[in-house]
Nanobody, 127 residues
Framework: QLQLVESGGDLVQPGGSLRLSCTAS????????IAWFRQAPGKEQEGVGC????????TYADSAKGRFTISRDNAKNTVYLQMNRLKPEDSAVYYC????????????????????WGQGTTVTVFA
């Protein structure tokens, strides 16, 4: 069973930055769209953004636009979520998902599209 692994979550002050990573052991992420979602305690899961199979296209939720950037390094089999100017409301468990039926050069931020998930990494933004 494919298992994604997220890392990079931490405690950070408002205005700070973090870079999350998503990778997989024994499986290449190359050729698959990857998305990031998050879930804060007591709230529904929320899409953050996604990156297409080769990285040529990205899509972001309004809450992430201008602050977050998704990129991928296929040589390292890793997808990144760079988060800048973090706010307390960004505090959540962040998950990455893989779309096994990826369409070339496109992705959508809808959880139903993604088939495999990691266990999540926790981001806490505190004042």
């Amino acid at each position: 069973q494919l298992q994604l692994v997220e890392s990079g979550g931490d405690l950070v002050q408002p205005g700070g930055s973090l870079r999350l990573s998503c990778t997989a052991s024994g499986f290449t992420l190359n050729g698959y769209a990857i998305a990031w979602f998050r879930q804060a305690p007591g709230k529904e899961q929320e899409g953050v953004g996604c990156i297409s199979d080769q990285g040529g296209s990205t899509t972001y939720a309004d809450s992430a636009k201008g602050r977050f950037t998704i990129s991928r390094d296929n040589a390292k089999n890793t997808v990144y979520l760079q988060m800048n100017r973090l706010k307390p409301e960004d505090s959540a468990v962040y998950y990455c998902g893989l779309d096994r039926n990826s369409v070339e050069n496109m992705c959508i931020v809808w959880s139903g599209r993604y088939d495999y998930w990691g266990q999540g990494t926790t981001v806490t933004v505190f004042a």
